[in-house]
């Protein structure tokens, strides 16, 4: 059974810009939710979606941005890159994404803001 | 405000013996509690998880105990192994409403074995 597989792995990019990064979640997890890794602050969550709906969404500023598609492979966008900004993005899938329901986690996509 | 704290950054072990990695919350609306490994360049894995109406939860060689009264839990590792050497995440979640569950992590405890 194929894993949770994240796009890119690594990405470059200057202040300003903008990136969408790429999820594909496990075959029938309807649920995916985004994380934030630094080492200040750890493992923060982003958002989740669930059957293409943004249910949950974390302390985060309106540039980071997601969505959830009929496969229920997701993306997330963020807008106007800052330096801050650089970090492991982390995305996760579950079945329906339920409590103590087991999270799988992709590899990650390690940004980088120059 | 950190909901969920591991106040050991590190911790060493020699092989065979008992690794004990803790974890402390404040939020009392959490009602399930999940242990994560992660190695270098790879994404977290789910290890063990305990409900909040339980106290402990064992899986092989690892188990979980939760004091609610005391807002603490902790994970035991018998025997540690050296592959057992990574990051651990203890995590927290509660129902944030419409179903959904987000997971609020502690900053994570690295554990070494020593051989």
């Known amino acids: 059974k194929a894993g949770v597989t994240q796009t890119p792995r690594y990405l470059i990019k200057t202040r300003g810009q903008q990136v969408t990064l790429s999820c594909s979640p496990i075959?029938?997890?309807?649920?995916v939710s985004w994380y934030q890794q630094t080492p200040g602050q750890g493992l923060q969550f982003l958002f989740e979606y669930f059957s293409e709906t943004q249910r949950n969404k974390g302390n985060f500023p309106g540039r980071f941005s997601g969505r959830q598609f009929s496969n229920s492979r997701s993306e997330m966008n963020v807008s106007t890159l800052e330096l801050g900004d650089s970090a492991l993005y982390l995305c996760a899938s579950s079945l329906i994404g339920g409590g103590g329901a087991e999270a799988f986690f992709g590899q990650g996509t390690r940004l980088t803001v120059v | 405000d950190q909901q969920v704290k591991q106040n050991s950054p590190s911790l060493s072990v020699q092989e065979g013996r008992i690794s004990i990695l803790n974890c402390d919350y404040t939020n009392s609306m959490f009602d399930y509690f999940l242990w994560y490994k992660k190695y270098p360049a790879e994404g977290p894995t789910f290890l063990i998880s305990?409900?909040?109406?339980?106290d402990k939860n064992e899986d092989g060689r690892f188990t979980v105990f939760l004091n609610k009264s005391a807002k603490h839990l902790s994970l035991h590792i018998v025997p540690s192994q050296p592959g057992d050497s990574a990051v651990y995440f203890c995590a927290a979640s509660g129902n944030s409403g419409a179903g959904s569950y987000q997971l609020t992590f502690g900053k994570g405890t690295k554990l070494s074995v020593i051989p």
């Open positions: 075959s029938g997890h309807r649920s």
């Open positions: 305990i409900s909040s109406i339980k």
